[in-house]
């Protein structure tokens, strides 16, 4: 959970953006830093003649320590309102060096009233004080502690950084998935639309019965939603309704064969990924041909991949039909969705016709 609001200045900001996670994280840095030196602090003092306990050199470490954390907020809001971003890089370079001279200042002012209080409540020795506050291990001290604070608000700066790449590729990427799907849309509704207008004048009914069914798939396509994952299972009924739509048209001269593993119904795909494919087949390779066609649907698995085909026995491969609407945007959608994991193949089928193939990774659907 982040708190806070958005960053200044177009830079990630550690101040407003830092997740409870990491405030943990660096607590727990905090701690392990101010831990480890504890015993050999006070190995030291004792050997110097001075009366300290273990126990009260850990509170005074862990007093200090709960001061560092806090003051670590604000000064992250200070580096925030200082970025060394190109033409403020001297300037706020310069104002990070006078901050970094206060901060080691102020660090010497709360040490010394810790040291104070742990003489007062704790017993220590009144030269714990003077032992501890040696100008040089002051200067030491303080700048070590700034500079860790510094280097903690760039290494989350980076985080942030990345986490904020990786969502606006997530957004772009859904926005460009959505952009391709929408695309499909038109395009099977002027295929389909096409194919009743030339049967309105010879075969109203049929016309009809077919004005019928697209309106029962389209109601399927906006349930599956375009540009989410389905189960192939209702990929095929979505195509099986396309295709009874298409039987009325075509009647007698399409022959639609199917060979589909059972056990492969329940895998993930995109949704409207074999149907613009279909349209293809029918609209691009069976139907110029003259006399009877036949389109084969297949999917089997194979190892971790799923494989899709989708045959026809038509015209063939035309120039053209490479970049049809139905090929190149599922391409592109399997592209966006599964990068170099998915292959899209188009190639002349044996026989004649065209076959394509498509291989992506086996994903079993699993309901929300």
């Given at each position: 959970?982040?708190?806070?609001?958005?960053?200044?200045?177009?830079?990630?900001?550690?101040?407003?953006?830092?997740?409870?996670?990491?405030?943990?994280?660096?607590?727990?840095?905090?701690?392990?830093?101010?831990?480890?030196?504890?015993?050999?602090?006070?190995?030291?003092?004792?050997?110097?003649?001075?009366?300290?306990?273990?126990?009260?050199?850990?509170?005074?470490?862990?007093?200090?320590?709960?001061?560092?954390?806090?003051?670590?907020?604000?000064?992250?809001?200070?580096?925030?309102?200082?970025?060394?971003?190109p033409g403020r890089r001297?300037?706020?370079?310069?104002?990070?060096?006078?901050?970094?001279?206060?901060?080691?200042?102020?660090?010497?002012?709360?040490?010394?009233?810790?040291?104070?209080?742990?003489?007062a409540l704790l017993g220590?020795?009144?030269?714990?004080?003077?032992?501890?506050?040696?100008?040089?291990?002051?200067?030491?001290?303080?700048?070590?502690?700034?500079?860790?604070?510094?280097?903690?608000?760039?290494?989350?700066?980076?985080?942030?950084?990345?986490?904020?790449?990786?969502?606006?590729?997530?957004?772009?990427?859904?926005?460009?998935?959505?952009?391709?799907?929408?695309?499909?849309?038109?395009?099977?509704?002027?295929?389909?639309?096409?194919?009743?207008?030339?049967?309105?004048?010879?075969?109203?009914?049929?016309?009809?019965?077919?004005?019928?069914?697209?309106?029962?798939?389209?109601?399927?396509?906006?349930?599956?939603?375009?540009?989410?994952?389905?189960?192939?299972?209702?990929?095929?009924?979505?195509?099986?309704?396309?295709?009874?739509?298409?039987?009325?048209?075509?009647?007698?001269?399409?022959?639609?064969?199917?060979?589909?593993?059972?056990?492969?119904?329940?895998?993930?795909?995109?949704?409207?990924?074999?149907?613009?494919?279909?349209?293809?087949?029918?609209?691009?390779?069976?139907?110029?041909?003259?006399?009877?066609?036949?389109?084969?649907?297949?999917?089997?698995?194979?190892?971790?991949?799923?494989?899709?085909?989708?045959?026809?026995?038509?015209?063939?491969?035309?120039?053209?039909?490479?970049?049809?609407?139905?090929?190149?945007?599922?391409?592109?959608?399997?592209?966006?969705?599964?990068?170099?994991?998915?292959?899209?193949?188009?190639?002349?089928?044996?026989?004649?016709?065209?076959?394509?193939?498509?291989?992506?990774?086996?994903?079993?659907?699993?309901?929300?």
């Amino acid at each position: 959970m982040r708190v806070g609001a958005k960053p200044l200045e177009g830079v990630p900001s550690v101040y407003h953006q830092t997740t409870r996670g990491q405030w943990l994280v660096f607590v727990g840095v905090v701690l392990a830093m101010v831990y480890s030196p504890t015993n050999a602090t006070v190995q030291e003092l004792q050997a110097r003649g001075l009366a300290v306990e273990g126990w009260q050199m850990f509170a005074v470490a862990l007093a200090g320590a709960a001061v560092y954390v806090a003051s670590a907020w604000p000064l992250w809001w200070v580096l925030d309102a200082l970025p060394l971003t190109p033409g403020r890089r001297a300037r706020h370079g310069l104002l990070r060096v006078l901050l970094g001279v206060g901060y080691v200042a102020l660090d010497a002012v709360v040490t010394v009233a810790f040291l104070g209080l742990a003489v007062a409540l704790l017993g220590v020795d009144p030269g714990v004080v003077a032992a501890h506050m040696q100008p040089g291990e002051v200067v030491v001290r303080g700048t070590a502690g700034f500079a860790v604070l510094v280097l903690a608000h760039v290494v989350l700066q980076r985080a942030h950084e990345r986490v904020e790449r990786e969502v606006l590729a997530r957004s772009l990427a859904r926005a460009n998935l959505r952009a391709l799907s929408l695309e499909l849309r038109p395009h099977f509704l002027f295929n389909a639309l096409n194919g009743i207008a030339a049967l309105v004048r010879d075969d109203p009914r049929r016309a009809e019965r077919m004005l019928v069914g697209l309106g029962d798939l389209l109601r399927l396509t906006q349930q599956a939603g375009a540009e989410g994952q389905v189960p192939l299972r209702r990929e095929l009924e979505q195509v099986d309704l396309y295709l009874e739509l298409q039987a009325m048209r075509f009647g007698p001269r399409l022959t639609v064969v199917r060979d589909v593993d059972p056990a492969v119904l329940g895998a993930r795909v995109p949704g409207m990924l074999l149907q613009p494919l279909v349209e293809n087949a029918l609209a691009h390779g069976i139907g110029p041909r003259p006399g009877p066609g036949r389109l084969s649907l297949g999917a089997r698995r194979e190892g971790e991949t799923l494989v899709l085909h989708v045959h026809d026995d038509g015209v063939g491969l035309a120039p053209e039909r490479r970049e049809r609407t139905g090929v190149g945007t599922t391409r592109a959608r399997l592209t966006a969705m599964f990068g170099e994991a998915a292959r899209f193949t188009l190639a002349p089928a044996d026989g004649g016709g065209t076959a394509v193939e498509l291989r992506l990774p086996f994903q079993p659907w699993q309901a929300a």
